[in-house]
């Protein structure tokens, strides 16, 4: 089956989507503890964004990997220790929105050059196991989606 570069467009509007989503909130808002409720987990909105953008910038490595190497090994990394050891409530989330929209537009630019066979690539996952190139973009769209829902929820909850 052909991947649908269709994806490539959702996948590099992640980051409008992402600055949408805070749009108008003022740093007291993005740091706010989160109000009770599984629809609104248990980050503020600022360590979601931050976590967005480290997440973003490593699975892009991880797919620049799968390009240009034969079935790279992929490490998986847990992101409650990089929310909980990476200063996420110092970063600034609005450059974190910047570099998350710059990097999904360049490396968009590098997805729609490649042939359909590529998307095909594999690599092997520490914890998923095998992976395509694919199915990482599609993981990414996904990614993004889910949390923004979070924020708009949190949001929401706010007020905002």
């Not at 095909?120 to 990614?143: D, M, W």
């Amino acid at each position: 089956m052909a991947f649908d570069k269709k994806l490539i467009d959702k996948y590099e509007t992640g980051g409008t989507l992402l600055a949408k989503s805070i749009r108008n909130l003022t740093p007291g808002d993005l740091l706010a503890a989160p109000p009770p409720g599984e629809k609104n987990g248990r980050w503020t909105i600022q360590q979601v964004v931050i976590h967005l953008l480290d997440s973003d910038l490593i699975w892009a490595s991880r797919m620049k990997l799968i390009i240009a190497e034969n079935n790279p090994q992929i490490l998986g990394y847990d992101e409650t220790k990089f929310a909980d050891n990476l200063f996420y409530d110092l970063q600034d989330a609005e450059t974190a929105v910047e570099i998350f929209n710059l990097n999904r537009r360049m490396f968009a630019k590098v997805l729609r050059a490649l042939p359909d066979s590529a998307f095909a690539r594999t690599g092997n996952h520490s914890e998923r196991g095998p992976i395509t190139l694919a199915k990482c973009v599609e993981l990414e769209i996904e990614h993004i989606d889910h949390h923004v829902k979070f924020i708009n929820a949190k949001r929401a909850a706010m007020k905002k």
